[in-house]
């Protein structure tokens, strides 16, 4: 099975910031790798898919990039809706997986 | 507007089995299969497994696939998860999350906790 390991666990930082969230995957997972947000007690929503295309809905000053084992969710110009949990996720190949998760905290 | 709707909460004692079961609508349901996630309390996520709606066929987690069972109900437009043999460290919120056909969740539903205690 393929691992994601995502870095840091717990990112502080404050409105305004810009922030870079980093997901590595144990093998090459070329560009199947997505991104989601999740508040406390909802359910994770869909922002990235592909490694870099943000879906319908979600503000541009979310961004991803990478490919292979690298990547990163970039988040520009942090707004306070965006303190949350994000989780990388790779559908390269079944099992998927998720990373652990990096805490974006103020 | 898409919606998935799950059942409510759950307590089993171990050795128990627990239905959970995804209702949605604003959609075809054939066109589209599902994903389960699981999330302990306080913890990250766990993909559990996914059928596809049309076929029926399934993939699970290589530690889950002895317990777990993912069918569908197309007159209803339900998935089920049922989950058997159920330990202490079962207890989680148990997401169905549709899967785009690419891979990725695209809606989920609100969740539902399965707690297992003696």
């Known amino acids: 099975d393929i691992q994601m390991t995502q870095s840091p666990s717990i990112l502080s930082a404050s409105v305004g910031d810009r922030v870079t969230l980093t997901c590595r995957a144990s093998q090459s997972i070329a560009g199947w790798l997505a991104w989601y947000q999740q508040k406390p007690g909802k359910a994770p929503k869909l922002l990235i898919y592909?490694?870099?295309t943000l879906e319908a809905g979600v503000p541009s000053r979310f961004s991803g990039s990478g490919s292979g084992t690298e990547f990163t969710l970039t988040i520009n110009s942090l707004q306070p809706a965006d303190f949350a949990t994000y989780y990388c996720?790779?559908?390269?190949?079944?099992?998927?997986?998720f990373g652990q998760g990096t805490k974006l905290e103020i | 507007q898409v919606q998935l709707v799950q059942s409510g909460a759950e307590v089993r004692k171990p050795g128990a089995s627990v239905r959970v079961s995804c209702k949605t609508s604003?959609?075809?349901?054939?066109?589209?299969?599902f994903n389960w996630v699981r999330q302990a309390p306080g913890q990250g996520l766990e993909w559990m497994g996914w059928?596809?709606?049309?076929?029926?066929?399934?993939k699970s987690a290589q530690k889950l696939q002895d317990r777990l069972t993912l069918t569908t109900d197309t007159s209803t437009s339900t998935a089920y998860m049922d989950l058997r043999s159920l330990r202490s460290d079962d207890t989680a919120f148990y997401f169905c999350?549709?899967?785009?056909?690419?891979?990725?969740?695209?809606?989920w539903g609100q969740g539902t906790l399965v707690t297992v205690s003696s």
């Open positions: 999350a549709r899967d785009s056909n690419w891979g990725t969740f695209d809606f």
């Open positions: 059928i596809n709606t049309y076929s029926g066929n399934t």
């Open positions: 592909k490694a870099s």
């Open positions: 604003g959609y075809n349901f054939l066109t589209n299969g």
């Open positions: 996720q790779q559908y390269s190949t079944y099992s998927y997986s």
